[in-house]
C-alpha cells in the first residue's frame, strides 16, 4: 500500500469555522458571500435532515437574503457543489513540489488524501448528505458532472494528463474511484485512515490495471479504426461526385433560355 507523507491534523468543522471567526475578527480576509452559503449548508446539514433544508434556511444561516442567495445559487444543489470548489482551492494551493520524483500512483494518492484532509471539517455533513442522495439519481448525475471538473484539477495536481481518446475515461474512473474510497472514509473513524487508505490505493490499482487494459484495446484496433474513417471517406467522396454528375446531367436536361422554343405569336 502506498505510504503517505505526514500532515497536520485535519481539522473539524466547528474548529474551521471558528478559526475563520477568530481571523476576521483580527481584520482578517472576510469570507465570500458564495464561501459564507456554502459554510451555512455545511452546518446546517450537519444538525438536520437534508430534505428538511430550504433555501430560506440557508440564506438566513449564511445572513443573506433571499435575493442576494439566488444571485449566487440556483438550488441548493448548487450550494452543495459550490463545496467542491473550496476543496479544490484548499488542496491546488498546498505545495506539490515534493511529488515532482514520485511515481504517478503515489502522486495521485497523495492528492486524493489531501483531498479528503479538505474534507474532513465537513465530514459529518457529507455523511449525512450522502446517505440521503443514495436514492436520487438525478442529484447523483448532476454532482457526478461536479466532481469530472474537479478531478480534472485534482490529476493536473498530480501531473497526469486528461487530454486525448483516453482521457475522459480516465477522468470519470478516478471520480468512481474517489467515490468508492469516500465511502469508506465516511465510516472511518481511524485517525491513522487505514481502512480509507487501503481502498484509495487498491481502487488506483485498478484503475491503472483498467487503463493499461483500455490503452492496449486502443492500439490494437487502431488498424480497424483507420480503416473505417477510410471507408467513410471514400464514400463520402463517392456521394459528392454522384452529387455533382446529377447536377450536371440536370444542367443539360434544362434548355436555356437562348434555345427554349418561344411561344407563336397570335
Known sequence: MAKRPGSPKPETHETATNAVSTEVAAG?????????AVEALMRLAAEQPWNDIEVGD???????????????????GAVLGGLS???D???????????????????LFDVLMRRLDAMTPYKDALRRISYALRGDPLSMLALNGVALNSHRYM?????????????????????IAFART???????????????????????????????????????????RALGRSLLDRGGRARRARHAADERNEDRATPSAATRPRPSET
Open 85 to 87: 470548489r473550496i476543496i
Open 155 to 175: 490529476l493536473a495536481a498530480a501531473g497526469i494528463n486528461t487530454e486525448g481518446p483516453l482521457g475522459r475515461l480516465k477522468l470519470q474512473g478516478v471520480v
Open 89 to 107: 482551492r484548499k488542496v491546488l494551493e498546498g505545495d506539490n513540489a515534493d511529488l515532482a520524483d514520485e511515481p504517478t500512483r503515489e502522486r
Open 58 to 76: 440557508i440564506a438566513r444561516e449564511a445572513g443573506l437574503s433571499l435575493a442576494e442567495l439566488r444571485d449566487l445559487f440556483p438550488s441548493k
Open 28 to 36: 482578517g480576509t472576510k469570507p465570500s458571500p458564495r464561501e459564507a
Open 182 to 224: 469516500v465511502e469508506v472514509w465516511l465510516d472511518d473513524d481511524d485517525p491513522a485512515l487505514a481502512r480509507t487508505m487501503a481502498r484509495l490505493d487498491k481502487e488506483i490499482r485498478n484503475g491503472e490495471r483498467f487503463m493499461e487494459r483500455a490503452d492496449d484495446a486502443r492500439r490494437l484496433t487502431a488498424p480497424f
